[in-house]
C-alpha cells in the first residue's frame, strides 16, 4: 500500500542549530513529493516540492530537501532555525497516474532560544 | 492576490443541526478538496471534485456531503449524522488532479459541538 512516514512526532532544536525532519515513503515509479509547514490555527503553506527534476530541491524560507530514491526518503533541512520555524511540518506524496494525495501524520518542531 | 477563503472561521453546531462550511477560490483551479484534521493527526480526505457537478466521496465522507455548482465554490454540510463533527476542517485546491500539481490550502474553519 501507498504510504508516507514521518520518523519523529517531535523535534526539538536550539535556535541557530541546523534542522532535519525525516520523511520516508513507499516505493513507486514516479513519486512527486511535497513538504508543508502548518502554524497554529492556520491552513497549510506549501514549502517545496519534488517532480522528478533535480533531486536536491530549494523552498521557502531556507529549507531544501533531499529526494533519494535508494532510500526512498525526502528529508527536510534547513541549515539555521529561526524562532519563526517552530510549527508542525507534513510531508506529503503523489503518484503518477493516480489522484489519491498522502500526508503524513507531521512533525512537531520546537525551537528553543 | 489569488487565494482560498474560508468561513466562518470558528462554528458551533448544535444537536442535530446541520452546519455548512464555506470554500471559496479564485485561482481558477479544477479540483478541490476538503480535510478533516484532528489533534496530533494528519489530513483525512472527506470529499474531492475534479470538476464542476462533478464529486468524490473521500476516506472519511460518512455524516458529510458537498456540491460544486460553480468551479470556484465547494461547500461542505456537516449533517446531524456526524457524531463527532468536532474538528478543524481545510479546505484546498489544485490545478488538476494530477500528481505534480501542488494544493493550495484556505485557513481552515474549526468547528465544535455546543
Known amino acids: 500500500a501507498q504510504s508516507v512516514t514521518q520518523l519523529d512526532s517531535h523535534v526539538s532544536v536550539s535556535e541557530g542549530t541546523p534542522v532535519l525532519l525525516r520523511c520516508n515513503y513507499s516505493?513507486?515509479?514516479?513519486?512527486?513529493l511535497f513538504w508543508y509547514v502548518q502554524h497554529p490555527n492556520k491552513g497549510l503553506q506549501l514549502l517545496l516540492k519534488?517532480?522528478?527534476?533535480?533531486?536536491l530541491v530549494k523552498g521557502i524560507n531556507g529549507f531544501e530537501a533531499e529526494f533519494k530514491k535508494s532510500e526512498t526518503s525526502f528529508h527536510l533541512t534547513k541549515p539555521s532555525a529561526h524562532m519563526s520555524d517552530a510549527a508542525e511540518y507534513f510531508c506529503?506524496?503523489?503518484?503518477?497516474?493516480?489522484?489519491?494525495?498522502?500526508f503524513g501524520a507531521g512533525t512537531r518542531l520546537f525551537v528553543k532560544a | 492576490d489569488g487565494g482560498i477563503t474560508q468561513s466562518p472561521k470558528y462554528l458551533f453546531r448544535k444537536e442535530g443541526q446541520n452546519v455548512t462550511l464555506s470554500c471559496e477560490q479564485n485561482?481558477?483551479?479544477?479540483?478541490m478538496y476538503w480535510y478533516r484534521q484532528d489533534p496530533g493527526q494528519g489530513l483525512r480526505l472527506i470529499y474531492y471534485?475534479?470538476?464542476?457537478?462533478?464529486?468524490q466521496k473521500g476516506d472519511i465522507a460518512e455524516g458529510y456531503s458537498v456540491s460544486r455548482e460553480k468551479k470556484e465554490s465547494f461547500p461542505l454540510t456537516v449533517t446531524s449524522a456526524q457524531k463527532n463533527p468536532t474538528a478543524f476542517y481545510l479546505c484546498?485546491?489544485?490545478?488538476?488532479?494530477?500528481?505534480?500539481?501542488?494544493?493550495?490550502f484556505g485557513d481552515g474553519t474549526r468547528l465544535s459541538i455546543l
Open positions: 506529503v506524496v503523489r503518484y503518477t497516474g493516480g489522484f489519491k494525495t498522502i
Open positions: 484546498a485546491s489544485s490545478s488538476f488532479s494530477g500528481g505534480d500539481q501542488p494544493q493550495h
Open positions: 485561482l481558477n483551479h479544477d479540483a
Open positions: 516505493s513507486s515509479y514516479s513519486p512527486s
Open positions: 519534488y517532480t522528478s527534476a533535480a533531486t
Open positions: 471534485s475534479q470538476i464542476v457537478n462533478d464529486f
